[in-house]
């Protein structure tokens, strides 16, 4: 894929050491994975210790937000701006190979390192709001009520430059086609897993006569 | 659900802080998220920064095994004995509201602390990566060749006591019927999110008249 944005950084740690074929170093392709996902886990250090926790996010240009409550733990120790890991991982299938050891996923993950940012400032965590609201639903910031000032202040927003980040990709069969365990009668391939949106379900107590729109409708497939 | 297990810990770190209706205390509830799942985010400390990888697993009882090759750096931090955090989320639903503020996601995540242990005897290595094949296609151990010697040399397989650990599960409509929200014309409701299995696809180098076995045949959903 040809692009004019900045390759992404090879620091040690964004370095893919196992399977470094896997490895991808085009920044297209990290929005790739950050704009299909919809759920990142978030890693921080609290009192030495780990804490990953699933968080909403989204992403405009080379800023990822990262939208909480002020009551999430990970939020609220990110928001100290320590070192953050954020990792978005989209499943795309079981490998089965003839054996067991050349059994593996088909995936493709994002890690991304750095230190985030807390927004204070409302304009600005109305438009990071926005940013996570409209990676979950296009089109929808407009169509519903946005936020009171009150409603503003008890949202954690967080900021990410997408600064030092890798991206790792495993895709199509398994390996082991050449190797003595072709000749055995075992089946092998992949299963494809992907992520479906059913049917809207409308919420109990919303009226008859208000229709699901085209902007909801769009997302079922 | 009633159950004879004992019900989940309730330390410091395991307690559900923000929206705790959402908490579940029910030692099965943990069982049926990481049983779904396909893929845990195994958070650890590397020089005082926090690292997040997307890993394999299995469980048995009241044991998780991790599976990963001895390069990968999060599997070397957590081999060390050091605390780890694994996190496995399914994501059931994006909850539309009337409101900016009421969007939520349905899922269901568990969230488990403790100090992983590194299996270094081959007949519990090998008992272990039985567990992880199995979790992704029962029936597979069987059918496909099992690990030499120099393969169980290569692969690091880590067990992870399931004593400290939280769920929580969000479900169901958005929560703004009963708020002043629900006088507006925007509608609300759940767009329903889950995994499918579509249909196999054959290596390239599969023999002809080896056929899609059963038990993976029935993997498809």
Redesign the interface.
């Known amino acids: 894929m040809s692009t004019s944005s900045p390759p992404l950084s090879s620091t040690e740690?964004t370095q893919v050491?196992?399977?470094s074929e896997r490895a991808r170093t085009d920044r297209q392709e990290l929005y790739a994975v950050l704009d299909e996902g919809?759920?990142c886990?978030?890693?921080?250090?609290?009192d030495?210790?780990?804490?990953?926790?699933?968080t909403?996010y989204g992403r405009l240009g080379d800023t990822l937000y990262l939208h909480?409550?002020s009551?999430?733990?990970s939020m609220q120790a990110a928001a100290d701006g320590i070192?953050?890991?954020?990792?978005v991982?989209l499943?795309d299938g079981?490998v089965?190979?003839?054996?067991?050891?050349n059994?593996s996923?088909n995936?493709r993950?994002a890690?991304i390192?750095g230190a985030a940012r807390q927004i204070e400032e409302p304009a600005e965590k109305l438009a990071a709001?926005r940013v996570v609201?409209e990676h979950?639903?296009p089109g929808?910031?407009e169509?519903?009520?946005?936020?009171?000032r009150k409603?503003l202040a008890?949202?954690m927003a967080l900021a990410l430059p997408l600064d030092e980040a890798s991206v790792k990709v495993r895709s199509g069969?398994?390996r082991?086609?050449d190797t003595p365990?072709?000749e055995?009668?075992?089946?092998?391939?992949?299963?494809?897993?992907?992520?479906?949106?059913?049917?809207?379900?409308?919420?109990?107590?919303?009226?008859d006569d208000?229709?699901?729109?085209e902007h909801?409708r769009r997302?079922?497939h």
């Not at 089965?96 to 050891?101: G, I, N």
């Open positions: 740690r050491r196992r399977h919809r759920v886990h978030v890693g921080v250090v609290v030495g210790h780990p804490l990953v926790m699933p909403g909480g409550s009551a999430n733990r070192g953050v890991c954020v990792t991982t499943l079981l089965l190979a003839r054996s067991v050891f059994h996923m995936y993950s890690v390192f709001l609201t979950l639903a929808q910031w169509a519903v009520r946005q936020p009171t409603e008890a949202t069969p398994p082991d086609g365990d072709a055995l009668p075992v089946w092998a391939g992949v299963l494809p897993i992907r992520q479906v949106i059913d049917e809207p379900i409308p919420a109990p107590d919303v009226p208000v229709d699901i729109p909801i997302l079922v």
